[in-house]
């Protein structure tokens, strides 16, 4: 079973749609959670990140942590074409030097 | 506001050439990643320093060597290019020391071996 299981996709939606991107993982160890985009050609973003657990929420995007779980979503309201990128979510620990990444989810947002 | 630079952006190299790849941050961060993205592989850790004067090996360091030549700069060298060293290069770094803690990534070095 791999650490943080995420679906490729493609994941298509029309604009203006509700978004919801997900990853299970496996370790309870972890305390950063964080969620990438990738436009194809260019290097991961980081879009955002919650310690521990809850939600955080940035304009659009809201990230969520349900550590009991083991579930971690990133949602995007209004979504436009030019959200259409690889999502990539993220787990980390500090304290057992371990980072690890998902596969990552292709979205595409048609106009 | 440059973030993570890396040099070149492209290359082409023969098998067994050599090559340096740059890194360079600009956030006063502690901490720098190599990583290799290839398809259905995902982002596999080669190396990464810490700190200052540190470095580690990550998942797959076999070909690769490190310098953290100060705060700065990481760079990263093939020293006998393989055609399985063809992949896209990202140099990453965190504010804080250690593996584990939100990353920066530049845009990556696309690096092909024939």
């Known amino acids: 079973q791999k650490e943080v299981e995420q679906d490729p996709g493609p994941l298509s939606v029309p604009e203006g749609a509700i978004v919801s991107l997900n990853c299970t993982y496996s370790n309870s160890a972890f305390q950063y959670f964080m969620w990438y985009r990738q436009y194809s050609r260019k290097g991961p973003e980081l879009l955002m990140y919650?310690?521990?657990?809850g939600n955080k929420e940035d304009g659009r995007f809201t990230a969520q942590v349900d550590k009991s779980s083991k579930y971690i979503s990133l949602f995007i309201r209004d979504s436009q074409p030019s959200d259409s990128a690889t999502y990539l979510c993220?787990?980390?620990?500090?304290?057992?030097?371990?980072?690890?990444f998902g596969s990552g989810t292709r979205l595409s947002i048609r106009p | 506001n440059a973030g993570v630079t890396q040099t070149p952006k492209f290359q082409v190299l023969k098998t067994g050439q050599s090559m340096t790849l740059q890194c360079a941050q600009d956030?006063?961060?502690?901490?720098m990643y190599w990583y290799r993205q290839d398809p259905g592989m995902g982002l596999r850790l080669i190396y990464y320093s810490a700190s200052e004067g540190t470095t580690d090996k990550g998942e797959v360091p076999n070909g690769y060597n490190v310098s953290r030549l100060n705060k700065r700069e990481f760079s990263l060298r093939l020293e006998s290019a393989a055609p399985s060293q063809t992949s896209v290069y990202f140099c990453?770094?965190?504010?804080?020391?250690?593996?584990?803690?939100?990353?920066?990534f530049g845009d990556g070095t696309r690096l092909s071996i024939l």
């Open positions: 956030m006063n961060h502690n901490s």
């Open positions: 990453a770094s965190s504010e804080a020391g250690g593996l584990g803690q939100p990353q920066h």
């Open positions: 919650t310690y521990s657990s």
């Open positions: 993220a787990i980390g620990s500090s304290s057992a030097s371990k980072i690890i």
